[in-house]
Nanobody, 120 residues
Framework: QVQLVESGGGLVQAGGSLRLSCAAS????????MEWYRQAPGKQREWVAT???????NYADSVKGRFTISRDNAKNTGYLQMDSLKPEDTAAYYC??????????????WGRGTQVTVSS
């Protein structure tokens, strides 16, 4: 069974930093793209950042220059370093990974989410 588990959320003051982790477990042939999304109360889920298997990164304009996505393939873990946090960043953060299970099976997996709250 493949699972993704996020961790590292919490309460921080504006201008502070948090580092989120997304650990994948189970029988995994390869993890392709890994992504982070967030969802604030009353709003739709929005894409935050993507990192490819080769390490290429892309960011939403709202977090560009402040957030850094990375991955440790040996640990099957992705990270989201969040610096210069703003109250607008308050949301539940979710990781997503496209995982090759077998040569004929590839699936998207979602984590349970971790809450990030930024006070003003």
């Amino acid at each position: 069974q493949v699972q993704l588990v996020e961790s590292g959320g919490g309460l921080v003051q504006a201008g502070g930093s948090l580092r989120l982790s997304c650990a994948a477990s189970g029988i995994i042939l390869r993890i392709n793209n890994m992504e982070w999304y967030r969802q604030a109360p009353g709003k739709q889920r929005e894409w935050v950042a993507t990192i490819t298997s080769g390490g290429t990164t892309n960011y939403a304009d709202s977090v560009k220059g402040r957030f850094t996505i990375s991955r440790d393939n040996a640990k099957n873990t992705g990270y989201l370093q969040m610096d210069s946090l703003k109250p607008e960043d308050t949301a539940a953060y979710y990781c997503n990974a496209r995982i090759l299970l077998t040569s004929l099976s590839i699936r998207d997996f979602w984590g349970r989410g971790t809450q990030v709250t930024v006070s003003s």
